[in-house]
Structures are given as structure tokens and as C-alpha cells.
């Protein structure tokens, strides 16, 4: 079955919009990344959140382990916010590497 | 450190040739993981090593595909004879022990290999 979900799959976004991006998944987990995969294919990491709440500059992070979902928070978004975001996740009994969501696909226009 | 260096960045090749990708992992590190990008199978992890062994190679597609690591700071992924439909990005990523404490896996920038 599906471990790792991602929604919506596409959003698009006015600039200075804010925005939430949500991950479930199937198991509990020992790591939960997010990164974001830029126009040039470069995935760049955003948070390492296995559990709880971070935040960077316009972006935080919430992950409610218990409840097996994390989510992602864009807040006044810029037009270099544009890319594809995915979560990924190592499950407590599926190994040692991460396996990825299908991803969400932002769009910000000006 | 520099980060995940992969080479080459782009690979344009003929169907049957050999290609070989290369990745060297940020120091001291302990694991190394070959990822395929494509649009129809988004990321999928295709081997992993651990201190220079492999420890999982179910995600590698065919035989064609064979990955090595002959010492802690380079790997190679080998697709021989290569075909169209091995056509993707292909990225080499780096961590500490997954899963204990603070040990976030970094991406290389991909190789994005094109077989005609």
C-alpha cells in the first residue's frame, strides 16, 4: 500500500499567499525530511523532523508523530518558492533509507 | 565540506553503451544511497551501502545495473548495456546512521542521463 502520501499534488499560489503542504504516512517513523526540488532539479533540504515543530525564516514545519502526518507551512510566498516539495520518511520497519512521497507541485505567480 | 558531488551532470549516450555515474559523499559519512528519479516512478531508492557494503539492492531494476563503493569517499553507479527507458535523473545521497539522532540525508545535484 501507499506509505508515504502527499496533498494537494498541484498548488498554485498569488505571490505573498501563505499555504500548507501535508504528508501522511503509513508507519511510525525514525526520520522525516522535507526538501525542496527547484526549477534546476536540485533538492535542497528544508527540515530533518521526525517529530515536532521547526521553523526557518517564511517556512515551519509540524510533525505529529502519533498521528502519522506532517506538515509543511509557506508563509507570504515568493515566486523562488516555485518547485516540486516532497516528504520523505524512514518507517521504524521498512529499512534504513527514505522513501519518498509523489510530491506537491508549487506554482507562484507574481 | 562541499556537499554530495556527483559527476557527470548531464549524460547524453546511444542505447547499448556503457554508462557509468559517479558520486563522492560528504566525509564521514556512513551511508550511501543511489536514487532513479522519473515522472512516472518519482524517487525511488535503487541500492544503499553501508561503510562500503551494500546492504539492500532490491531496488535495482535489471542486471544491467550494478553499483560499487571501493572505498568511503567515491561509488559508482554502472548501467551496461543502457537503454531508453533508463532515461532519468539519477542522484547519489549521504548521511550518518539514518534514524539515530540529528543524521539528515544531503542530495547530490543529480546526473540526468539521456539514452537515444
Known amino acids: 500500500g501507499i506509505q508515504v502520501e502527499q496533498s494537494p499534488p498541484d498548488l498554485i499560489l498569488q505571490e505573498g499567499a501563505n499555504s500548507t503542504l501535508r504528508c501522511n504516512f503509513s508507519d511510525s517513523v525514525n526520520n522525516l525530511q522535507w526538501f525542496h526540488q527547484n526549477p534546476w532539479g536540485q533538492l535542497i533540504n528544508l527540515f530533518y523532523?521526525?517529530?515536532g515543530t521547526k521553523q526557518n525564516g517564511r517556512l515551519s514545519a509540524t510533525t505529529v508523530a502519533t498521528e502519522r502526518y506532517s506538515l509543511l507551512y509557506i508563509s507570504s510566498s515568493q515566486t523562488t518558492d516555485s518547485g516540486v516539495y516532497f516528504c520523505?520518511?524512514?518507517?521504524?520497519?521498512?529499512?534504513?533509507?527514505?522513501?519518498f512521497g509523489k510530491g506537491t507541485t508549487l506554482s507562484v505567480s507574481s | 565540506d562541499a556537499g554530495v558531488i556527483q559527476s557527470p551532470r548531464h549524460e547524453v549516450t546511444e542505447m547499448g553503451q556503457e554508462v557509468t555515474l559517479r558520486c563522492k559523499p560528504i566525509s564521514g559519512h556512513d551511508y550511501l544511497f543511489w536514487y532513479r528519479q522519473t515522472m512516472m516512478r518519482g524517487l525511488e531508492l535503487l541500492i544503499y551501502f553501508n561503510n562500503n557494503v551494500p546492504i539492500d539492492d532490491s531496488g535495482m531494476p535489471e542486471d544491467r545495473f550494478s553499483a560499487k563503493m571501493p572505498n568511503a569517499s567515491f561509488s559508482t553507479l554502472k548501467i551496461q548495456p543502457s537503454e531508453p527507458r533508463d532515461s532519468a535523473v539519477y542522484f547519489c545521497?549521504?548521511?550518518?546512521?539514518?534514524?539515530?539522532?540529528?543524521?539528515?540525508?544531503?542530495f547530490g545535484q543529480g546526473t540526468r542521463l539521456t539514452v537515444v
Open positions: 523532523i521526525p517529530s
Open positions: 545521497a549521504s548521511s550518518l546512521v539514518p534514524g539515530l539522532g540529528d543524521t539528515e540525508a544531503f
Open positions: 520523505a520518511v524512514i518507517l521504524n520497519q521498512a529499512g534504513t533509507a527514505l522513501i
